[in-house]
């Protein structure tokens, strides 16, 4: 049990957090992308994967009253 990795506690994460934004404001650290640009870097990383699979939306079929 002594040798289990524990997460860090709640107050260290947010001690950290505020290590690594105030690093960005000071231009040391850069800032995180845009969600875009990640979604663009994962589309390209599994462009294969995603050609492959042609994704079929079924029509919703509507009971008649």
């Given at each position: 049990m002594d040798n289990e990795?524990?997460?860090?506690?709640?107050?260290e994460s947010i001690i950290e957090a505020c290590k690594e934004v105030n690093l960005m404001r000071k231009g040391l650290?850069?800032?995180?992308?845009?969600?875009?640009?990640?979604?663009a870097e994962l589309?390209?990383?599994y462009k294969d994967d995603l050609a492959e699979e042609e994704i079929v939306v079924p029509k919703k079929k509507v009971a008649l009253r």
């Open positions: 990795k524990r997460y860090c506690s709640i107050e650290l850069p800032e995180g992308g845009d969600w875009r640009d990640w979604i589309r390209e990383k």
